[in-house]
């Protein structure tokens, strides 16, 4: 089948340092694509490449067979790619239905429907009671349901997840994995950033490991965690092996 | 005058837009204690400068350091309020009409060379480089001043390494408005001032820290000699009264082209 | 609420009747300026880009009605519409280059105030137009040419813009634009991310509001008869344009009301007490503290504070 997302060669420099390096991938339209590496691999740049808010130097990126090269995120964003920010970004007087109904604005021009389906996102990703309250006033768990909500409200087919599970206990991580497989079984096919590996490991149908802005891995879960290239790339950094999907 | 502006953004991230009000105060200062006091602006401008530190670091104290955190909207508006107390207030004070201070020094002249110079400006030149240099001696060798420049590299680490991070802010506010009473003094027996110029001596001030780069000293320098060669251009090449709008479309222009400046870190 | 609103409207229509002339002059300054700070609100409160310098918008409108009604006999009517044209044009102008060069806070703000000077420098230096003694226009009291013989008639001129405008950023704030512009205020890039086309919305608000200040202008011009530069491209305007809606509540239906309503009377009382000679700049001060007040204690503005007030008690 046609990936939904195909990347080929992408390379991105800022000034001395090459962020990112010939970097080729692509996700199929219902798979789960985790992307990890060291930090200062390359990832959120990569993010920051594929949905607009940086130009590749060089390189193709096409989604849904067309090129989204050079389109502005909020383009992007409409055409069915949506990201979230790793350090998330409420809108913070807001109350939550209205933050979701911004994501949902993009697809639905009138405010009630828009309205309606943001109730909808937020009773999906568990906020339900928290509905009326200011984004400020949300801990930490709570924004990244939020964050993931404004970005279905908005109808994505690939959604870009830039570790979602930082900053979160056990128990909030098991909770967002099980939300995001949720995400991904009613047909959306992600693309996720993650430092955790037992999440990683968990969620993804295939891996692909960064390092030094370049891809170094790539396959199922379980042979890139066997890898000698992957745990030479962490030396010196634990991780646990879980059991593959 | 830029460089206290310079300092001010560069510690704080705060924009002073009271600052070319600040400036009029300084000259007014400077006015009275001439004319009140006998003393001359090349000397009493140190007393301008202690009373707009002392001003400036209340002014921090009281106001900016609760909204350092805030939106910059909040921060553009009230400095934007102390601008309009100062301005009117000075208005108020000395009323409208422009004034000059007298110094012994205004109508002496040199030759150097083949060029013929005012010795008043001269004196300003040369007291406004070694004050600047003083001020660079300072943030280099003094703790408080390498402390101010940690602080305006990255404020968190400098609470990390339990550096009185208030106290730097207040002090970097209050040098900053020390510069501005001191330029302000200096230049007063050479421009004539009124309460309503804060605007334009503001906008001088942008124009010269935006084109250096926002929280870069040897920028602000720069800039400033930058600057004020446009302007004297300017003012030979088109009438005097042109030439506000000389330092106007300057400004539009700096803005679009580098708002980072030469040496400067992008706005937050 | 809505029919404290009705009941309000109700005795601001009879109040003329009642009201001494003096009485009525300030009343239509409040709602001029209401209705200019409401315009401000659409860019300014909403959108949350702070504009320093709408005053520019205000004298584009009033010199362009003013010159169009005496050199070429159009009728300030049609002259009001071809101003809020010309200042749109303008606002597109510095919209565009503000928002495609990426200008926020700071910047932005000395963008704006950088053009009004510009203008102001400009006006005052071209005879065409009046020069430094600035424009004047001949009073007739024809109501073809926007000119009453009766205060009273301006009043509810006046009035009528402050509703126009207020039913304006109602309308915006129930929809999508309205959404987009409070989203936009808090996180662009957030905004961005989610399918939000900034750069079109902040134009928009931007063309909006600088059309309906250009309208403004052409009453300025035919209420107060004379066009000085330093007044009418002035900082001090922009700053009476924005400082009611900040004081009442930026980013609310009826902040730059309320805010007027507070303001001016305010500015009349500091006028009237220590207006004559050098006391002419009282009122500024007392704007520049209450400016410093709002921003440390009630940074959105008196109206949303008094909403909570009223809230408070009615509270299960």
Same mark, same amino acid.
């Given at each position: 089948m046609t990936p939904l997302l195909e990347v080929t060669g992408i390379s991105r420099r800022f000034g001395g340092l @090459?962020? !990112?390096? #010939?970097l080729s991938l692509s996700v199929a339209p219902d798979e789960v694509l985790g992307l990890i590496g060291p930090n200062g691999a390359g990832k959120t740049t990569a993010f920051n490449l594929l949905s607009g808010f940086l130009a590749p130097d060089r390189g193709q990126i096409r989604f849904a067979g067309r090129s989204i090269v050079g389109l502005p995120p909020h383009a992007i964003c409409r055409l069915g790619l949506c990201r979230t920010f790793q350090i998330v970004r409420p809108f913070p007087r807001l109350s939550v239905l209205d933050n979701v109904r911004v994501g949902a604005l993009s697809r639905r021009a009138r405010m009630e429907d828009a309205r309606a389906r943001a109730r909808e996102v937020i009773e999906q990703v568990g906020l339900g009671g928290k509905v009326d309250h200011a984004a400020g006033a949300l801990t930490l768990a709570e924004r990244k349901r939020l964050e993931l909500a404004r970005a279905l409200a908005t109808e994505p087919r690939l959604l870009l997840l830039d570790e979602v599970m930082a900053g979160l206990n056990p128990t909030e991580i098991e909770a967002i994995v099980a939300l995001v497989k949720r995400i991904n079984a009613s047909g959306i096919a992600i693309l996720l950033i993650e430092h955790n590996m037992r999440a990683v490991m968990s969620l993804s149908h295939r891996i692909a490991v960064l390092n030094f802005g370049e891809k170094i891995v790539e396959g199922e879960p379980a042979a890139v965690a066997n890898h000698p290239r992957v745990i030479e790339a962490y030396l010196g950094e634990e991780y646990v092996h879980a059991p593959s999907r | 005058m830029a460089v206290g502006l310079t300092l001010i953004f560069g510690v704080?991230? !705060? !924009?002073? %837009?009271?600052h070319g009000d600040m400036m009029v105060w300084g000259m007014y200062l400077a006015w009275l204690l001439a004319t009140r006091a006998g003393i001359d602006p090349y000397v009493g401008f140190v007393g301008c400068a202690a009373v707009l530190f002392v001003t400036g670091v209340i002014v921090q104290r009281l106001l900016v350091d609760r909204i350092v955190d805030a939106p910059h909207e909040m921060q553009i508006l009230l400095m934007l309020g102390v601008a309009l107390v100062l301005e009117n207030a000075a208005l108020v004070a000395f009323g409208p009409d422009p004034q000059r201070v007298r110094s012994p020094l205004r109508a002496a002249t040199l030759w150097l060379g083949p060029i013929f110079v005012d010795v008043a400006r001269l004196v300003t030149f040369v007291l406004a480089i070694v004050l600047t240099f003083a001020l660079y001696l300072f943030l280099q060798r003094t703790d408080l001043g390498r402390t101010m420049r940690a602080a305006a590299d990255n404020a968190y680490g400098a609470l990390v390494i339990g550096a009185d991070v208030r106290r730097v802010y207040a002090a970097a506010f209050g040098i900053g408005a020390a510069c501005v009473g001191a330029a302000g003094a200096l230049v007063s027996p050479i421009l004539p001032f009124q309460p309503a110029g804060g605007l334009s001596l503001s906008v001088a001030s942008f124009n010269i820290v935006i084109i250096g780069g926002m929280g870069s000293l040897p920028g602000a320098f720069l800039g400033g000699l930058l600057v004020s060669v446009a302007e004297s251009l300017g003012a030979v090449f088109l009438s005097p009264s042109m030439k506000e709008l000389v330092s106007f479309s300057l400004l539009i222009v700096i803005l679009l082209v580098r708002p980072a400046g030469l040496f400067g870190r992008a706005p937050v | 609420m809505k029919w404290l609103a009705a009941a309000a409207l109700a005795v601001l229509l009879a109040l003329p009747a009642v009201l001494s002339s003096y009485a009525v002059t300030v009343f239509i300054f409040i709602f001029f300026y209401a209705f200019l700070g409401q315009a401000w609100n659409i860019v300014g409160g909403y959108a949350g880009q702070l504009s320093a310098g709408h005053a520019a918008f205000v004298g584009l409108g009033a010199y362009a009605s003013a010159l169009l009604s005496a050199e !070429? &006999?159009?009728?300030p009517w049609i002259g009001m519409l071809v101003g809020g044209v010309l200042s749109a044009a303008l606002g597109t102008v510095v919209g565009y280059l503000g928002f495609r060069f990426g200008l926020r806070g700071f910047y932005f703000v000395l963008l704006t105030v950088a053009f009004a000077e510009v203008c102001r420098i400009v006006a005052l230096n071209t #005879?065409? *137009? &009046? &020069?430094?003694l600035g424009y004047y226009i001949t009073f007739t009291g024809n109501p073809r040419q %926007? @000119? %009453? @013989? #009766?205060n009273r008639v301006y009043y509810y001129v006046a009035l009528g813009l402050m509703l126009m405008a207020t039913l304006v950023v109602a309308a915006i704030e129930r929809r999508r634009f309205g959404a987009y512009l409070i989203a936009i205020r808090e996180d662009e890039g957030a905004c961005e991310a989610l399918g939000v086309n900034t750069f079109r919305y902040k134009m928009l608000a931007m063309v909006v509001s600088s059309f309906l200040t250009g309208v403004g202008g052409t009453f300025y011009a035919f209420y107060l008869f004379s066009l000085q530069p330093n007044a009418v491209f002035g900082i001090p305007l922009s700053v009476e344009i924005i400082i009611r809606p900040i004081v009442g509540?930026? &980013?609310? *239906?009826l902040g730059p009301i309320l805010g007027s309503f507070i303001l001016s009377p305010l500015a009349e009382v500091a006028r009237v007490y220590f207006g004559q000679g050098g006391w002419s700049g009282v009122h500024l001060i007392a704007y520049g503290i209450l400016l410093i007040a709002v921003v440390l204690f009630l940074p959105q503005g008196a109206y949303p504070a008094l909403r909570r007030l009223w809230a408070r008690p009615a509270a299960r």
């Amino acid at each position: 089948m046609t990936p939904l997302l195909e990347v080929t060669g992408i390379s991105r420099r800022f000034g001395g340092l @090459q962020a !990112v390096r #010939d970097l080729s991938l692509s996700v199929a339209p219902d798979e789960v694509l985790g992307l990890i590496g060291p930090n200062g691999a390359g990832k959120t740049t990569a993010f920051n490449l594929l949905s607009g808010f940086l130009a590749p130097d060089r390189g193709q990126i096409r989604f849904a067979g067309r090129s989204i090269v050079g389109l502005p995120p909020h383009a992007i964003c409409r055409l069915g790619l949506c990201r979230t920010f790793q350090i998330v970004r409420p809108f913070p007087r807001l109350s939550v239905l209205d933050n979701v109904r911004v994501g949902a604005l993009s697809r639905r021009a009138r405010m009630e429907d828009a309205r309606a389906r943001a109730r909808e996102v937020i009773e999906q990703v568990g906020l339900g009671g928290k509905v009326d309250h200011a984004a400020g006033a949300l801990t930490l768990a709570e924004r990244k349901r939020l964050e993931l909500a404004r970005a279905l409200a908005t109808e994505p087919r690939l959604l870009l997840l830039d570790e979602v599970m930082a900053g979160l206990n056990p128990t909030e991580i098991e909770a967002i994995v099980a939300l995001v497989k949720r995400i991904n079984a009613s047909g959306i096919a992600i693309l996720l950033i993650e430092h955790n590996m037992r999440a990683v490991m968990s969620l993804s149908h295939r891996i692909a490991v960064l390092n030094f802005g370049e891809k170094i891995v790539e396959g199922e879960p379980a042979a890139v965690a066997n890898h000698p290239r992957v745990i030479e790339a962490y030396l010196g950094e634990e991780y646990v092996h879980a059991p593959s999907r | 005058m830029a460089v206290g502006l310079t300092l001010i953004f560069g510690v704080m991230r !705060v !924009v002073n %837009f009271a600052h070319g009000d600040m400036m009029v105060w300084g000259m007014y200062l400077a006015w009275l204690l001439a004319t009140r006091a006998g003393i001359d602006p090349y000397v009493g401008f140190v007393g301008c400068a202690a009373v707009l530190f002392v001003t400036g670091v209340i002014v921090q104290r009281l106001l900016v350091d609760r909204i350092v955190d805030a939106p910059h909207e909040m921060q553009i508006l009230l400095m934007l309020g102390v601008a309009l107390v100062l301005e009117n207030a000075a208005l108020v004070a000395f009323g409208p009409d422009p004034q000059r201070v007298r110094s012994p020094l205004r109508a002496a002249t040199l030759w150097l060379g083949p060029i013929f110079v005012d010795v008043a400006r001269l004196v300003t030149f040369v007291l406004a480089i070694v004050l600047t240099f003083a001020l660079y001696l300072f943030l280099q060798r003094t703790d408080l001043g390498r402390t101010m420049r940690a602080a305006a590299d990255n404020a968190y680490g400098a609470l990390v390494i339990g550096a009185d991070v208030r106290r730097v802010y207040a002090a970097a506010f209050g040098i900053g408005a020390a510069c501005v009473g001191a330029a302000g003094a200096l230049v007063s027996p050479i421009l004539p001032f009124q309460p309503a110029g804060g605007l334009s001596l503001s906008v001088a001030s942008f124009n010269i820290v935006i084109i250096g780069g926002m929280g870069s000293l040897p920028g602000a320098f720069l800039g400033g000699l930058l600057v004020s060669v446009a302007e004297s251009l300017g003012a030979v090449f088109l009438s005097p009264s042109m030439k506000e709008l000389v330092s106007f479309s300057l400004l539009i222009v700096i803005l679009l082209v580098r708002p980072a400046g030469l040496f400067g870190r992008a706005p937050v | 609420m809505k029919w404290l609103a009705a009941a309000a409207l109700a005795v601001l229509l009879a109040l003329p009747a009642v009201l001494s002339s003096y009485a009525v002059t300030v009343f239509i300054f409040i709602f001029f300026y209401a209705f200019l700070g409401q315009a401000w609100n659409i860019v300014g409160g909403y959108a949350g880009q702070l504009s320093a310098g709408h005053a520019a918008f205000v004298g584009l409108g009033a010199y362009a009605s003013a010159l169009l009604s005496a050199e !070429v &006999g159009l009728t300030p009517w049609i002259g009001m519409l071809v101003g809020g044209v010309l200042s749109a044009a303008l606002g597109t102008v510095v919209g565009y280059l503000g928002f495609r060069f990426g200008l926020r806070g700071f910047y932005f703000v000395l963008l704006t105030v950088a053009f009004a000077e510009v203008c102001r420098i400009v006006a005052l230096n071209t #005879d065409a *137009v &009046g &020069g430094a003694l600035g424009y004047y226009i001949t009073f007739t009291g024809n109501p073809r040419q %926007f @000119q %009453f @013989q #009766d205060n009273r008639v301006y009043y509810y001129v006046a009035l009528g813009l402050m509703l126009m405008a207020t039913l304006v950023v109602a309308a915006i704030e129930r929809r999508r634009f309205g959404a987009y512009l409070i989203a936009i205020r808090e996180d662009e890039g957030a905004c961005e991310a989610l399918g939000v086309n900034t750069f079109r919305y902040k134009m928009l608000a931007m063309v909006v509001s600088s059309f309906l200040t250009g309208v403004g202008g052409t009453f300025y011009a035919f209420y107060l008869f004379s066009l000085q530069p330093n007044a009418v491209f002035g900082i001090p305007l922009s700053v009476e344009i924005i400082i009611r809606p900040i004081v009442g509540g930026a &980013g609310t *239906v009826l902040g730059p009301i309320l805010g007027s309503f507070i303001l001016s009377p305010l500015a009349e009382v500091a006028r009237v007490y220590f207006g004559q000679g050098g006391w002419s700049g009282v009122h500024l001060i007392a704007y520049g503290i209450l400016l410093i007040a709002v921003v440390l204690f009630l940074p959105q503005g008196a109206y949303p504070a008094l909403r909570r007030l009223w809230a408070r008690p009615a509270a299960r």
